[in-house]
């Protein structure tokens, strides 16, 4: 006799306050020489760093989010008239991120400060939440918690109970618990920079399967 089972699929969405500020700048520049261009990238570093620490921060707050170095090239026409490109130099990009408590008098004084410094980057700023896994594990207790809500519903229809789980499936992704809030600005124009920001609820959802065997 083949044994009867129920497969359900259950969806939960939730909605959370942010409770961290995460700013992220890029720095950049080219220059002819590969030697010259990791010079100025650590130049450039250097002051960001100094700059962050004058603002409260310590150097193990800060963190590299990224960090390239590539050869630059240009397009031109020769002696014949013919299009051809050329290595010019090269050109590094480094992404530094430094993260702290929902603030938004703190984001008006860091960024403040950092555009009076005369620090040339592009800057961004991100909300998320900071305990990302007990976010996760409670998305998924209550999509299976739905799961089971509507197995009972179908089972009793039927005329059986819910037995034993035969399996469990679930999306691997990780949900995205952050959104930039707008997108980079120069840090250069932001000599002042006053803001009220009342960042809205990050909403992420996830969908479970179960097999149920009936009884």
Not at 4 to 28: A, H, Q, W, Y
Not at 68 to 95: A, L, W
Not at 96 to 103: A, C, E, G, H, R
Not at 109 to 126: M, N, P, Q, R, Y
Request: aromatic content about 8%; hydrophobic content about 40%.
């Amino acid at each position: 006799m083949r044994k009867r089972r129920i497969k359900v699929s259950g969806l939960c969405r939730l909605s959370l306050m942010p409770d961290t500020t995460e700013i992220s700048f890029n720095l950049s520049g080219t220059c002819a020489e590969y030697e010259s261009t990791i010079a100025l990238s650590a130049e450039k570093t250097n002051l960001l760093y100094e700059a962050l620490m004058a603002t409260g921060f310590l150097k193990s707050d800060i963190g590299t989010g990224s960090f390239s170095v590539v050869p630059e090239f240009e397009n031109y026409t020769d002696e014949k008239g013919n299009y051809k490109r050329r290595q010019i130099g090269y050109s590094f990009s480094h992404m530094i991120n430094v993260s702290f408590p929902l603030d938004s008098a703190r984001l008006s004084e860091i960024i403040t400060a950092l555009g009076k410094s005369g620090i040339e980057a592009d800057f961004s700023v991100s909300f998320k939440l900071s305990d990302k896994e007990a976010a996760k594990n409670m998305l998924l207790d209550s999509a299976v918690a739905d799961c089971r809500e509507k197995a009972e519903i179908l089972a009793k229809a039927a005329g059986a109970t819910l037995g034993k789980v035969g399996y469990i499936t679930y999306s691997r992704n990780s949900p995205d618990f952050s959104y930039m809030a707008g997108g980079p600005a120069k840090l250069s124009k932001m000599s002042s920079f006053d803001v009220d920001i009342n960042p809205s609820e990050i909403t992420v959802s996830d969908t479970v399967s179960i097999v149920w065997k009936l009884k």
